[in-house]
């Protein structure tokens, strides 16, 4: 079973930037697709980044296409991302996780265990 950790939240104002790390433990990262989820207060949680096995392929929601940057390293079993120009709306705690493909992560949701999560909050 495949453990992730997350890491890089932390309290940013409106404008600031924050980079996430997530660490896979396992022999088998580099072939799963990988994602950024998140979950706001009193909302579900949501798919925001995705990125496939190489990293050829990327996907972003609406909600921080343009602001944000998905990136792994399989040689040291992590993903990233990078957000720049921080919302208050971003507030949320961020998760990463697996799936076959990222169009499978989008329609089915992830296949391995949620982690911690990383906190994020955006003071305005």
């Known amino acids: 079973q495949v453990q992730l950790v997350e890491s890089g939240g932390g309290l940013v104002q409106a404008g600031g930037s924050l980079r996430l790390s997530c660490a896979a433990s396992?022999?088998?990262?580099?072939?799963?697709?990988m994602g950024w989820f998140r979950q706001a207060p009193g909302k579900e949680r949501e798919i925001v980044a995705g990125?496939?096995?190489?990293?050829?392929?990327?996907y972003y929601a609406d909600s921080v296409k343009g602001r944000s940057t998905i990136s792994r390293d399989n040689a040291k079993n992590t993903v990233y991302l990078k957000m720049n120009g921080l919302k208050p709306e971003d507030t949320a705690v961020y998760y990463c996780?697996?799936?076959?493909?990222?169009?499978?992560?989008?329609?089915?949701?992830?296949?391995?265990?949620w982690g911690q999560g990383t906190q994020v909050t955006v003071s305005s």
């Open positions: 996780n697996s799936g076959t493909s990222i169009r499978a992560m989008k329609s089915q949701g992830p296949i391995g265990s």
């Open positions: 396992g022999r088998t990262f580099s072939s799963h697709a």
């Open positions: 990125i496939s096995t190489s990293g050829a392929s990327t």
